[in-house]
C-alpha cells in the first residue's frame, strides 16, 4: 500500500509540472507531453522487463517468473495503448491529424500487434509448460523487435517525430519530462507486480482445488 | 511553436486529468483486487488442511 502512496504522490507531482506546460523543442506545449513520453517509455522498459523474465523462465523454470513477464507484457500493452490515444491527441495539435502514418506512430502499432499476437499465441496451446516456453522465446524476439520498431524505423525512414526533444529541450521541460518517466517506470512496475500476484494466487487456487477434488 | 487556444488547452488538461485519475483508481482497485484474491487463497488452503 505504502508503495502505491508514494507512485501516486509521484505521478500527481509530475502531473502538475506537466500543468505547468513547460515547452518542449519544435513542438506545441501541452500537458499531454508528460503522459504520452513517459507512457511509451514504461512500455519500452516493461516490454524489456517481460524479455528478462521470460528468459529467467526459460533458465530457472519457475512459475513466478513467467507470471511476472506475462504482467509486464499486459501492462506494456495497455501503456502502449494510452501512449498511443495521448500521442494522437498531441499529433493533432502538433501536425493538424490524429494519424499520420508516421514511421512512429506505424512502429508503435506494429510493436502493440505483435504482442497481442503473443497473448493470441500463449491462451490458444492448452499444455502449460510448452505455452510458457514459447511465450518466453516469443517475448524475447518481440522486445527486439519492438526496439527495431519503435527506435531505429524512425531513424531510417525519417519521422515527424523530432530526434532530439528529450535532450536538446529547455532544463525545466526536461526535468518535468524525466520526472514523469521515473514516475511511470514505479507505476508500471507496481502494476506488473500486482497482476503478477493474482496470477500466482489464481494457479494456488486452481491447485487447491484441483487437490480437493481428487 | 504556436500556442493552443483555450479550446484545445482545456480539452488537452481534461485528457491529462481523466488519464491521471483512471490510472490512480487502476492502480488502488488492482492493489484490493490481489488481497482479496491472496485471502481467498489463505481460507481456501485452511480448509484444505482440516480435510
Redesign the interface.
Known sequence: MIFNIVVGIWITLGLTLGFAMPPAENLVATPLAFLHVPMAFAMEMALFGAAIYGGLWLKRRRPADDAMSVALAETGLIFGLIATITGSLWAKLNWGAYWNWDPQQAGIVATLLSYAALFAVRSAIEDEDKSRDLWAVYGIIAFIAAVFWTFIFRRLMGSLHPEKTTVSSSGIFKIALWFNIFGYTLLIVRVAQLRARIERASLKLKEISWNSSI | ????NLT??L???A???V??LG??I???R??K??RD??R??ES??C??DE?
Open positions: 511553436m504556436e500556442q493552443l484545445q488547452n480539452h488537452a488538461y485528457v491529462a486529468l488519464t491521471w490510472v490512480l487502476y492502480l488502488f488492482l492493489e483486487m490481489t484474491l491472496e481467498q487463497v481456501a488452503a480448509r484444505d480435510k
